[in-house]
């Protein structure tokens, strides 16, 4: 008697979706990678070193689901993304993503009050 809940029964279309869905992943978390990479202060040229030999060391040259062509356009949305309205104007056009919101979280707090007794609460 056989199972029927023992073989798969994918439709043929899911793995085109599913490729699809994968390669997007890999493009995010490059692009989150080098954003983090910048925000630290690693160039470009080591954040793209880097991350073509994190591909390398994770994929057999046949299957790295991400040529050159797109990390350099992934590095290039990255690096040379235009400053953001309101950013302070020694943003440089350079800067990688995020850095402003770094600078904002920076600021320090305002100090605590005093009660009626002087004691800080």
Do not use: C
Request: proline share 10%; hydrophobic share 40%.
């Amino acid at each position: 008697m056989p199972f029927d809940w023992m073989e798969s029964h994918r439709p043929a279309a899911r793995a085109k979706v599913d490729a699809e869905r994968r390669a997007s992943m890999y493009r995010a978390e490059i692009e989150e990678r080098a954003a983090l990479l910048g925000r630290l202060g690693h160039g470009r040229d080591s954040v793209r070193a880097r991350l073509a030999a994190n591909l390398s060391w994770d994929f057999s040259p046949a299957r790295r689901p991400l040529g050159d062509a797109e990390l350099d356009a992934i590095l290039d949305r990255v690096f040379d993304k235009p400053a953001p309205l309101g950013a302070s104007p020694s943003t440089s056009a350079t800067t990688p993503l995020g850095e402003t919101q770094l600078r904002e979280s920076a600021k320090p707090a305002p100090p605590a009050r005093a009660t009626s007794k002087g004691a800080p609460r």
